[in-house]
Every structure is written in structure tokens, then in C-alpha cells.
């Protein structure tokens, strides 16, 4: 991973390597009034569906942000960063409540931080469609 834009459709290795690194990240949505929330969180990111997946609350701003977006989804981006290597996702969310999506992303929000979160039955998966890849490193 040398350059900054980076095919979605077919990263590097060194792309999707930085991807399943245990890295804390940010969330990027946009507020009722356009300004930028940006949150702290665990992404994982599925290269060969195109999908990058947050687990949250429901009640969660992100949640509430990316669903006032209605069924088109939300424009949100998430970023990770380590010395000068970088990774940005860009794409449309959506929240998802559907009990396998939420476990698909459980599972593998395990295996990239090597801990399964607790039980909580507020929990939704937020999937961003991935359309745009950048990257540095």
C-alpha cells in the first residue's frame, strides 16, 4: 500500500492486511445540519463483498444519523491510522437489525480485535457499502 486511492473492487494485499490488524478507528457520519461527528470504533472490512461493518447500539448517534439518511443510506467514511500508514473507507450505510447480520458482524469483529463484545440486545450492525478506497503506507 503506496499510493492514496486504492481499487475497491481489488485492494492490495498490504491494503486488506492493514484492515485486519487490530487498529482503533473513526466513523465519520453527518449530523441533522450537515456538521461532522466523528467516533471512535471497531470496523471490519469484508474486501470481497464490498462491505465494512460497525457494530453499535441502535440508539447510538451513528445509528441515528446513518438511519435518518432513510433507505438510500447515509455518505460516511471510516479511517483507521498507525505512525504514517492510513486506510479510509468510503461508502453508502445503512443499519441493519437482522439477527444474522448483526452476528455475521459480531464474529468478525471478534476475530479482528480477538474479543467478543457482550451480549447487548440493542445492538445493530451498521454495513457501508464500500465505493471509494484510499490509502497510505
Known amino acids: 500500500m503506496t499510493r492514496h486511492s486504492v481499487d475497491p473492487v481489488s485492494p492490495d494485499e498490504?491494503?486488506?492486511a492493514f484492515w485486519r490488524e487490530r487498529h482503533l478507528c473513526t466513523l465519520t457520519t453527518l449530523?441533522?445540519?450537515?456538521?461532522?461527528?466523528?467516533v471512535?470504533?471497531?470496523?471490519?472490512?469484508?474486501a470481497g463483498a464490498r462491505l465494512a461493518r460497525v457494530i453499535t447500539s441502535g440508539a447510538s448517534a451513528k445509528a441515528r444519523h446513518v438511519s435518518a439518511a432513510g433507505?438510500?443510506?447515509?455518505?460516511?467514511?471510516?479511517?483507521?491510522?498507525?505512525?504514517?500508514?492510513?486506510a479510509t473507507l468510503e461508502g453508502r450505510a445503512r443499519v441493519r437489525?437482522?439477527?444474522?447480520?448483526?452476528?455475521?458482524?459480531?464474529?468478525?469483529?471478534?476475530?479482528?480485535?480477538?474479543?467478543?463484545p457482550?451480549?447487548?440486545?440493542a445492538r445493530v450492525v451498521i454495513e457501508i457499502e464500500v465505493d471509494r478506497a484510499l490509502g497510505h503506507g
Open 14 to 16: 498490504a491494503y486488506l
Open 31 to 38: 449530523r441533522p445540519d450537515g456538521s461532522p461527528h466523528v
Open 40 to 46: 471512535p470504533v471497531g470496523v471490519t472490512y469484508d
Open 71 to 86: 433507505p438510500e443510506g447515509a455518505r460516511v467514511a471510516v479511517c483507521q491510522v498507525a505512525g504514517r500508514r492510513w
Open 97 to 116: 437489525t437482522e439477527p444474522e447480520r448483526v452476528a455475521e458482524a459480531v464474529r468478525r469483529y471478534a476475530e479482528r480485535y480477538e474479543r467478543t
Open 118 to 121: 457482550g451480549p447487548n440486545p
